[in-house]
Each structure stands twice: as structure tokens, then as C-alpha cells.
DNA sequence: GTCTATAGGTGGATAGAC
DNA sequence: GTCTATCCACCTATAGAC
């Protein structure tokens, strides 16, 4: 197993501190330091700070579509697709992180507009996958819920990424947990 | 009517800052620039922007309890309290801003130690309001809700600040209603 | 209270040697 | 690819005149 290449590593680092202090709360010194080259390095890899933002943006939604993709996988019982949909949240967090692109949305106005476009690209894809989930469980009769299928999805988003934040805050994870099993509860049968 | 004093009008432009781009995304230098003084000008007001802050926060806090007290007086009913609380959230975000401490939020790990606190005290705050009129609601059998008074007040500003946040990406005033209304409509007996 | 001037630091970014 | 050295803009903050 070859060590991941210098681009990823950066993209590790510069992802935990986006997640943990925001995309204008750190520096390429921050990264340096933590990976012990000098800041030109890094602009070898990513020239303008623009550059790697919009870069983690579209590796986390990679990695994040993988991550349902292993959801659909491994079960095909609406409830449960949520309820893991649920706990990545909830890894996140525990990680003490932030969702990268809640962190980003609200820093939205300081953003470069590439970085605006890939953020909304996540939520979006985010939410078509969740109104596949939605949809199927209405249709089987093993979820409930009034109005459209995007509405509920948006609702979803919202609610986990606001519960999210305010936990951190309060680095009280069974807030989270709290309100993230009162909002799937309200869409059982 | 004397002209809002000094201090006040450099809170008012800080506050707008803040909740467009975050405490991390202006300096004194913007708020001197719109208001025609120099940066020295400010730090007589307010040496630190960590001072600058928190006082912020704290009359964010007054002003927000003093709106709260304002529905209380206006109405007794608990169902249209939580749509009056909701309609403040629309206020803030239809002037494009972000509510002031979830913008905070976000920014939870760089902030100084006196905003984190003051932050946490300002949903405290909000959440014991909420939860009174929760429990105001279930008892006269306006509300129906599973879970105590205070999950429930938690979810609700949780799915609010959350909304608010990506609407406001998408500058989307109806993505941020359609999850307000369904919200309060998950409390309807 | 507000100004000029400035200190001392950090930000992102580049040139050119190795 | 990584380094040293450097640029310049900007940051928070202070001293001292007015």
C-alpha cells in the first residue's frame, strides 16, 4: 500500500479544518505546518486557495455519493436507508466536524462563485437521492409523509445539517441523536 | 430623536456583517469604511473585535427576548406563537441575512471564549421560550407532540437555523417556508 | 471622540535555485 | 516537487496629536 499521494494528503488536512474552523478560519501555514513542508509546496498542488476549495468540495461529494451508493447496497428497506443516511451524519459529528458544505453555506457570501456552484451541486445531489429513498417508501407504504417528496428531502437536510451545528456548539452529541430520531420518527407509518 | 449613537451604529453595521459573512469574514476596515471613520475611530469603542463581539451577541439577545415578549403579548395562542416565531427567522433571511448565532455556530471553533458562551446562553435562551409555549400548547391541547417539550424545542430551531442556512444559499425564500410550514405542521393535534 | 501614523503580524501568492 | 526568499495587501491594535 503506497502512502496516498501528496495532493490527497493536503486535501485530508485542508478538509478537517474547513469542517472544524471553516474555509476563511485557516491558512495554508495551517496545513504546512501540520504536514511539515513550507506553504510554496502547497501552492505547487493547489495555486490559489479558490483552486483547493473547489477541489474538497468535489471529493467530498464523491466520496459522499459513494457512501449512499454502499447505503443502497446494503439494504432496501426505505426506514433503514434513512436511518443510516442519519448516522453519517452523526460520524461526522462525532468527529467533532461539521458537514463540509454546512460549514460552507454558512460562509456562503465570502465564497469564489466556482465554490458557491459545487456546494449547491452537493445539496442537490443530496436530495435527489433522498427523494428516491422517499418515494419508494410511500410507494411500499413503509414511509409517510404529506406534500412532495423534494419538500420532505429539503426538510431532511435542514433539519440534520441545523442539529448538526448547534451540537457542536454545545459538543453534546445526544442532541443530535435526539433530533435526528424525532425527525425520522415523524415520517413513520 | 437624537441620532443613534456611536456604539450603536458601528453594533448595527458589525451585526450585518456578521450575518453575511461571518465574524471571520470582516474587519474593522469594512466597518469603517461604511460608516466614514477610521479604524482607530472603532477601537475606542470597542479595543477588541473579541469585545466587539460579544456585545453583540448580548444585543442580539435582547432584542430577540424583547420580539419573544412582543408575540407573547400579542397572542395566546401557542400554535400562532410558533408561526409568529417562524416569521422572524423569514424576516432575517428575506434580508439576506442569517440568523446571528448560527452564523456563530459554525464558526464555533475560532471564536474567543466569551462568544462561544454568550452564543450557547442566546439559544438557551430561545429554547426555554419555545418550551413554554410547548408545554402551553400540549396542555390546552393546541399542540400534540411525542418527547418532552424540550427535544421538541431543540428540533425546532435546529430545523429552523438549518433551513435558513441553505436557503439562503439558494436564495430561495420558498425552500425555507415550505420547511418552516411543514415543521410546524408535524406539532398540529 | 476622532484623527494620523505606525507597529507587528499574518494572509495568499510568486520567482527561481535545487 | 520542494525549498528559500520575498512581495504586497491586509489584519488587529496602539501611541499620541488635535
Redesign the interface.
Known amino acids: 500500500m503506497a502512502a496516498p499521494d501528496t495532493s490527497q494528503r493536503i486535501l485530508d488536512i485542508a478538509e478537517r479544518l474547513v469542517q ?3 474555509f ?2 485557516f491558512s495554508y501555514a495551517d496545513i504546512a505546518q501540520s504536514m511539515k513542508v513550507t506553504k510554496a509546496s502547497l501552492h505547487y498542488h493547489f495555486p490559489a486557495k479558490a483552486d483547493l476549495g473547489a477541489r474538497l468540495i468535489q471529493r467530498y461529494e464523491r466520496n459522499f455519493l459513494a457512501a449512499l451508493q454502499g447505503i443502497d447496497a446494503a439494504t432496501s428497506s426505505a426506514p433503514e436507508k434513512l436511518r443510516r443516511y442519519a448516522a453519517i451524519y452523526e460520524d461526522v459529528l462525532r468527529d467533532n466536524r ?1 458537514c463540509l458544505c ?2 460552507l ?6 465564497l469564489p462563485k466556482a465554490m ?1 456552484d459545487d ?2 451541486h452537493y ?1 442537490d445531489a443530496n436530495e435527489r437521492w433522498l427523494v428516491g429513498v422517499l418515494a419508494q417508501g410511500k410507494k411500499d407504504k413503509t414511509l409517510r409523509f ?2 412532495s417528496a423534494a ?2 428531502a ?2 431532511l ?14 459538543a453534546d452529541m445526544g ?1 443530535f441523536k ?2 435526528a430520531d ?2 425520522l ?2 415520517l413513520a407509518p
Chains 1, 2 share one sequence.
Open positions: 472544524t474552523r471553516g476563511n478560519g461539521m454546512g460549514m453555506a454558512a460562509e456562503f457570501g465570502t458557491k456546494m449547491r445539496f404529506s406534500g419538500e420532505v429539503q426538510s437536510v435542514g433539519a440534520l445539517e441545523g442539529a448538526m451545528m448547534i451540537a457542536r456548539s454545545y442532541r435526539s433530533v424525532r425527525t420518527a415523524s
